[in-house]
């Protein structure tokens, strides 16, 4: 650490040059004022006009030189500057090249989206006005390659070439360079936490691995959001939003949407800015009741309200629910005749006849029955609230010319879901960002820290149990009730007088007939409805939502940590890192080099609610240094870019990643780009730490330090004893998952490694008039794909004899998730093309992807996650200025169905086409514009992913100040 500070001392220590203020006026052909126009000296130096289109650049040279003026749907200008302190006023024309656009995100360094040597996405503050979505977030799904899986509505997961999953690792999200990934859940809080719309400068998006410039786990992607400068957006803007969301599952819902943003900047030295917003409403309902157990398995006979009463009814949307396998003859023995005794229906010697039937002639006769106890639906649990509340606050101090210091903090908190091994309600979530950052136009050197609160955030399975629990006799007592209302109804069912039944039962047996479903078969019946009343007299001593029982229960439950008996997950982990980049060109005249390099630690906290942090917080830090090499040949015909990335984890080993790529003009308006790739994702922090039981399996980490860590109590189900189970007995005596299935083979499990990709990307582009096309295809090749495996573990006993197997084929065993590689390579293909075109005032937009799976995994229990579509389509129609104060956009959305491959539920999502429009009005009276929107106008519900929300359709107004 010191010799890095050290370092970055002297990177301070930059080089003084004489120094020319330029101040100017940017207006169109019309005279209009033009905002947002970039102006920029050498790539290195810029600024952007403001709401009036006045701007002021200082140059660290001295005259003269030349300005770039430039700005979306206006043809780029060149300006010479002879003098200081001048003053210019600048006209530009409409363009009809339409990749002229700057981006910084390809090569960390300014260059027209034409010559970027990679594939970009961009959208900015301007393309804001003309999106079809409720939110600029959720717009950003109209780019090419993008997806994005919505299943809450504050919490929009952005994606691009596969492995979809709602956590997204791989795909890395920067806020004003931070990034803003929770620290503990793992998962990128994107706009829940992030950059408010009013606030929005530009987003970048850059498919596919992006490691060597900006690090381990952006092997998938890598979005760039950008908020707007109070020296270059300075004053008052607001804008209120009010809709209404509708779906078949949730009904009609309003929501509310406002933000507020100041700036306000001294004599271009000092500048200040903020911005708070608040969005409230309605969650998409997940009330998915099937039963999981019929999922899969082709047309069931079953209503799903008939699936609701089956002895092993496992709603995919009900959580709480607990199953055992219960030898139904020996507890008929145990429990019924006794009673039959004390009602003197039998005496003792009836009672030991009928149990010596039962144990010689009939051990089986009501058979092993799989029953699930009742559990709450999510809407019991859940009131459906969604909300976000951010304050964005920044201090600006220009030092001397292009040198400025920059304070930042980010505060946020919501209210949202988030789906994971199970759904989770993360309630008052909070995640904040502070920042101190110091740039110039060669050096960047920034420090922030990331500090996430899981506030009550919760488990909805371990909710759902909790409160089951707390009824009278508890789950036992709802299990003893069961069984008792089973055996009444089943024998009513062949007698209605209790005796009657069992003499009939007994002679059946005598007779050969040796099974209860078979004496019932005889009659035409089943016992499917002896399960039912059952059910339902068992579920009359649950405790009933909204009662003052039920909700000291639900409060105690979401305030209890899940290892204490509770179901929240009691997060409070941070990361703090350390950041420097600079600009070598100056040094090395022959071509453009960059350095750069960072220092990351995490400190875990959840007091073993989440991680095995049970002692005491778990801390490890990364550190990674990269350098970039850039060089023009053929006078700019070629332009060749290298980079290479060190990085090192503290409990894994260092790796580089190197990347090369070229782009060749084959003219001015055609050019070629080819690339080659490495990366690699280092484990996330529960890959490397989880100690987490989920109910249906035990999610654990596996860095060695965690192995030795793990330990945790578990209850097997022939007794409903408890066991301590070590994540070494995990490790070293669990069979494979066949042995659920009797087939007993000892797993071999191994540590977490880091995910290595290779990827080879080729494009072209074409910047013609009126009309551009960018077309690109990707190979990528994964080696030792970081996945999970589940196995089956003893609770006591040996896989190396007999003994393990017997605990097994008791019922005392846990399923365990165990974190780790595979062997086998994984690789994934895929093409995309976008084609769009300016016909008179229309805009007209298009793109297709194709994206593929393959793998050459024999392992059955292999799950890649891909959860991408093969294709993918867009199309939009537009007009920013249809008439002089009009404009409006048309869009649509395809994709074919898929499999989506979730740790919660894993099934086929339908293909789906999605309609959204908007009109917008300037309205200069109000000094603003109005804007009215539809999202989904065909009114359809689709869902996203397994398991999620139903989305339905969002109608809105929004009217913006100041725009």
Known sequence: MKRILSLMTVLLSTFIYAQTTVTGTIVSEDNTSIPGANVVFDATTGAVSDFDGNFTIVVNASPPFDLTISSIGFEASTISVSADNLSIDVILSDSTNLLDEVVLSASRTPERLFESPVTVERFD?????????????QSLENLKGVQINQGAMLLPIINTRGFSTIDNSGFVQLVDGMDNAAPGLNFAAGNLVGINEIDIQSVEILPGTASALYGANAVKGIMLMNSKSPFDF???????????TSSDNGGDNSYYDAAVRIAKNWDDKFALKAVVSIVEGTDWVAGDYRDRNLIGGGETPFTIEEQSFLPGY??????????????????????????????????????????????????????????????????????????????????????DGNKELIWNSKIGTGNTIFQATNRNNLKNFGLQQHKLEYRTPKLTVRAYTTIEDSGNTHDMFFLGARIANAQPGGIRGWFTQYGTAYFGAAAAQVNPNPQ??????????????????????????????????????????????????????????????????????????????????????????????????????YILRSKGSLFTD??????????????????????????????????????????????????????????????????????TSQDLHIGLDVSQVVIIGTSPDSVDRFNMDLVGASSLNSYNVTGNMVQNNSYTLAAAGGVFEKAELNNVQPEFVKTKEFGYRYNGKKVSVDISAYWSKYTDFITEVQVITPLYGSVANLSGAGAVAAGDFRAFSWNTNTNDEVTTKGISAGVDAKIGKFDIGSSISYNELKSDNQDPDFISYFNTPPIRAKLSFGSV????????????????DFTYEGTFLTEEIPENLTFDASLNFDVPDLKGKIKVGAVNISGDDYIPYAGGGMIGSTYYVQYTLNP
Not at 126 to 135: C, E, P, V, W
Not at 234 to 244: D, I, L, M, N, Q
Not at 881 to 896: D, I, K, M, P, Q
């Open 125 to 137: 503050y301007k393309d804001i006005a003309q999106s079809t979505g409720s939110s600029f977030y």
């Open 234 to 244: 300075p004053g008052f803007s607001a804008y209120v939003k009010s809709g209404v």
């Open 314 to 399: 496992n709603g995919v949307n009900v959580y709480g629910a607990v199953a055992q396998t219960l030898d139904m003859t020996n507890n008929f023995i145990a429990g019924v005749l006794p009673v039959f005794q004390q009602q003197g229906l039998l005496n003792a010697a009836q009672a030991a006849q009928a149990t010596a039937v039962f144990q010689n002639f009939a051990p089986d006769y009501f058979g092993m029955q799989t029953i699930s106890s009742t559990g709450y639906k999510e809407a019991e649990l859940h009131d459906g609230g969604t909300s976000s509340f951010k304050i964005d606050l920044a201090a600006h101090y220009r030092i």
């Open 500 to 601: 009657t039944a069992l003499n009939t039962i007994l002679g059946g047996i005598m007779q050969g007939v040796t099974s209860f479903d078979d004496l019932l078969a005889s009659m035409g019946k089943n016992d499917l409805p002896a399960h039912k009343n059952a059910r339902l007299f068992a579920n009359q001593n649950m405790l009933q939502p909204g009662s003052e029982a039920f909700n000291n229960a639900l409060y105690n439950a979401t305030t209890t940590p899940i290892g204490q008996g509770g179901a929240q997950i009691a997060d409070q982990s941070k990361s703090n890192s350390v950041e420097f980049s600079y600009n070598l060109g100056d040094l090395v005249p022959t071509f453009d080099l960059s350095i750069g390099g960072s220092v990351r630690e």
């Open 614 to 683: 049970y002692d005491s917080p778990i801390k490890f830090n990364e550190i990674a240094f990269y350098t970039q090499a850039q060089k023009e040949l053929f006078e700019g015909a070629v332009k060749l870019t290298g980079s290479v990335r060190y990085d090192k984890s503290q409990f894994l080993e260092g790796h580089f990643t190197p990347r090369v790529g070229a782009l060749v003009y084959l003219s001015p308006r055609h050019n070629f780009r080819a690339s080659y790739q490495t990366g690699f994702r280092n484990p």
């Open 881 to 896: 200025n249809l008439t002089e104060r009009l404009g409006f956009n048309v869009s649509a959305r395809y994709h074919n």
